[in-house]
């Protein structure tokens, strides 16, 4: 009964939540997106999930990153965000990746995952994902806050007729004018809205588990959290973009 509510849905059921369960999706990152992303993956009984993390919980994050506690400060965020995810859902597989993704770590992106999820803040790492999930074949989930606007898209996921869109389609490295992090303990921000990013996220994540595609394929969602002015930007893959 535990999915009940979920797999009354006419495009869930008991074949989509067999999907779910054997569903297997790497989350790179625990903070302000991570976290209630992975309530959220980890309560729609989500098979197996990674969380890759080499951070340690500081009380400054328990604003926003909702899945830890006040006992959780000093810990490892990858070990202690599948501890108290296995006190959520036993019926699920969580694996503790307790280093960040680098040149040095990119093996953690292996062909058998089904998802990526991208809840980093490094465009370094999301350049290194972009990569990787091209040469594999894999669709990543990303997400970014900057100020009071969150972005969504999926990349990496086959639309017919149409080539895979990759980040650095998107956003190219040799531009040079990019930040390489945004920084919250810098500029600030809201907890609730990284919290939006990843409820989206989230969404995206079960629908291509499901089989259904993802509405951000080929997109970029852009929400103002401020004034709920809302963009859904159509993007296009660079046909000659190397690896």
Not at 44 to 51: H, K, S
Not at 105 to 128: F, G, H, Q
């Amino acid at each position: 009964m535990r999915y009940h509510r979920q797999e009354i849905l006419h495009f869930v059921g008991a074949a989509g939540q067999d999907r779910l369960k054997n569903g297997r999706v790497l989350v790179i990152g625990a903070g302000g997106l991570g976290c209630p992303l992975l309530l959220y993956l980890a309560a729609a009984g989500v098979g197996t999930i990674a969380i890759a993390d080499g951070d340690f919980v500081d009380i400054t994050n328990l604003h926003r990153q909702v899945l830890f506690t006040e006992d959780s400060v000093g810990k490892n965020k990858a070990i202690e965000a599948v501890r108290i995810l296995k006190e959520r859902n036993t019926e699920i597989v969580l694996e503790a990746i307790s280093e960040h993704l680098s040149e040095s770590t990119v093996d953690m992106l292996k062909s058998d995952w089904n998802v990526i999820v991208d809840c980093t803040d490094r465009l370094s790492t999301r350049y290194l994902i972009d990569q990787q999930c091209a040469g594999l074949g894999l669709p990543w989930v990303h997400a970014a806050v900057e100020g009071q606007e969150i972005q969504v898209a999926v990349f990496g996921l086959s639309l017919e007729g149409e080539l895979p869109l990759r980040y650095r389609d998107v956003f190219p490295p040799e531009s040079g004018n990019i930040p390489e992090r945004f920084s919250c303990s810098i500029h600030g921000v809201i907890g609730t809205d990284p919290g939006v990013a990843a409820l989206i996220q989230a969404r995206e994540t079960i629908n291509i588990l499901l089989g259904r595609g993802s509405a951000l394929a080929a997109k970029m969602l852009i929400l103002n959290l401020e004034t709920y002015q809302q963009y859904t930007i159509s993007l296009k893959a660079n046909p000659v973009q190397p690896l």
